[in-house]
């Protein structure tokens, strides 16, 4: 007999039938927004579909806590040209997609051909940046994409125009999940919106989706890695977290993802029953302030190097995040490769910072203006508002300032937001996706940074085409030290632990190496 809980909760009565059926090994999850599509070219938040239903030709493998290694996906193993511009990946046979249709190089260069069609109107086009004629392509100037070639039925050759070290670690996103060519090409635009327009070669199989209620996956028994030991997953749209911690606590759910609702971690960690079954890890991500050094006064490096001094970075991972993480010191956080655990402290000196602001001409304090996003919760609230009145004893003067979504990205990426508080978690394994990310030419001024420092975009420029591990690390580590501390160019804050409640029945959960809420249920075990 199937059991089906009611819950009342703010005047709403919630009706769920999520037991398993007779012998059934179902795993139950929430997610607070609903993805809208399985199609990871058209999302850039929403991984939970694609690391299921689809593959990459690479796979970025947790094996340790916070730590991950690149192994063969799809592809079972690849060759790099002398020059590091030529990539041949030699497909594994015999692996299906869920139509039935075999795996072939042709639909390798479907699927990124596709994503730099202007017509797909794509969201992650920035992963093939470096394949030789992707801008061609994306600008309606070419009809194909010179660098995509099929060698072989299984073998792939993408050329890049020049070399890009980072770019196996890139192959292993959701972003580059493969595509059959066949099932999705008649589709256009309706691809991943449905059961019946989404396929790929993953351990699971879309079998149901209500828009903003629930999607249910099935296990894929010709998947070539072996069948899931998962029969089944149900994930529910649950936007409340005290909802989410009620059906949780009710057994409605198997796993609670502590992102989701962090005022509960207190709670579980002192519970009699979950602290025993808290899984965390720490995730490869940093919070960070910006610091717009074209706006005054962060034109002077002395006022910039008095911000940093003046914030107690401790105090606020306490008080907010309940002490779940680690002080960070540089722009690559824990876990990263070429990560630095010896980087040099951000010293905390609020009298220090006061004689700066003093030598800099400020000796009455300074006014400043601290940006944040209406709507994006009470976190960022609370952040700004602790900086605020510890920066006040350093002469700081903090006006918080609200700004709604679309103006906040709209004048940020022209270089005029003032500076605020925001986190990023790693999309790939590569100090690129960090480092470059933020103080490139480019990046410095999409982020309101502005930090324009030449020597700078060109080491990461140059650090983006060096093929020597070693000496890139090097490379990434003196940075580290100019940007933080020479150029005093942002406030690295922390990163946090990843912490997860998992009713008992749940085994082999492994916390993702990342810093995504989403993850790949394949190896997980359900008793």
């Not at 090994?25 to 609903?34: E, M, S």
């Not at 199609?39 to 929403?46: L, V």
């Not at 990560?339 to 009298?351: A, D, R, S, T």
């Not at 203006?369 to 004893?393: P, R, Y």
Request: glycine share 6%.
């Amino acid at each position: 007999m199937r059991k089906v809980a009611l819950f009342i909760i703010f005047g709403l009565v919630l009706v769920f039938s999520a037991s398993p059926s007779m012998g059934e090994k179902l795993l139950r999850i929430p997610y607070a927004d609903d993805p809208k599509t399985a199609d990871c070219q058209k999302t850039t938040e929403s991984y939970t579909l694609p690391l299921n239903l689809f593959d990459t030709l690479v796979q970025a493998v947790t094996v340790s806590p916070g730590k991950s290694d690149l192994v063969p996906g799809l592809a079972e193993k690849w060759e790099i040209s002398k020059d590091g511009k030529v990539y041949t990946f030699y497909l594994r046979k015999g692996v299906l997609f869920h139509n039935g249709e075999e795996l072939t190089a042709e639909d390798v260069v479907f699927t990124f051909g596709r994503m730099l069609d202007p017509k797909t109107k794509a969201l992650n086009t920035d992963i093939l940046d470096f394949v030789d004629g992707a801008k061609e392509r994306l600008d309606a100037k070419a009809d194909s994409v010179r660098g995509l070639k099929v060698l072989d039925k299984y073998v792939v050759q993408i050329t890049l125009k020049e070399a890009y070290a980072p770019f196996i670690a890139v192959m292993a996103s959701p972003q580059a999940s493969i595509f059959n060519k066949k099932f999705t090409e008649p589709l256009g635009d309706q691809f991943g919106l449905t059961p019946e327009t989404t396929c790929g070669t993953g351990p699971f199989i879309l079998k149901e989706y209500v828009l903003n209620d629930r999607q249910v996956l099935t296990a894929n028994d010709k998947y070539y890695k072996g069948r899931p030991k998962i029969d089944r997953i149900l994930i529910r749209v649950v936007s409340d977290s005290e909802t989410m911690r009620i059906l949780f606590e009710a057994d409605e759910i198997d796993v609670f993802d502590c992102d989701y609702a962090m005022s509960q971690i207190p709670y579980f960690y002192q519970h009699k029953k979950w602290k025993n079954l808290i899984k965390s890890g720490p995730r490869v991500g940093i919070y960070y302030f910006s610091i717009n050094q074209g706006v005054k006064p962060f034109d002077d490096v002395r006022v910039r190097k008095a911000f940093q001094m003046a914030i107690d970075r401790q105090k606020i991972l306490e008080k907010r995040f309940f002490g779940k993480g680690r002080i960070e010191n540089g722009v690559m956080p824990r876990g990263l490769v070429c990560f630095n655990p010896e980087q040099q402290p951000v010293e905390y000196n609020p009298e220090k910072a006061k004689k700066l602001l003093a030598e800099a001409g400020y000796p009455d304090g300074v006014d400043i203006t601290l940006v944040q996003v209406s709507g994006w919760g009470a976190k960022w609230v609370d952040i700004n508002e602790i900086a605020q009145a510890m920066t006040k004893k350093a002469g700081f003067n903090v006006k918080i300032k609200q700004l709604d979504e679309s103006a906040y990205y709209a004048t940020r990426k022209t270089g005029r937001v003032e500076n605020y508080c925001q986190s990023w978690s790693a999309d790939f394994n590569d100090p690129d996706n960090f480092l470059y990310t933020f103080f490139s030419e480019r990046g410095s001024v999409a982020r309101s940074f502005n930090n324009n420092v030449p020597e700078v975009f060109e080491a990461l420029d140059r650090g983006r085409t060096m093929t020597d591990p070693a000496k890139r690390c090097e490379l990434y580590q003196e940075l580290e030290k100019k940007i933080v501390h020479e150029n005093a160019a942002w406030l690295p804050l922390f990163s946090l632990d990843h912490t997860y409640v998992v009713q008992p029945r749940v085994k082999n959960f492994v916390v993702p190496w990342n810093g995504w809420s989403d993850m790949c249920y394949f190896k997980m075990e359900i008793e």
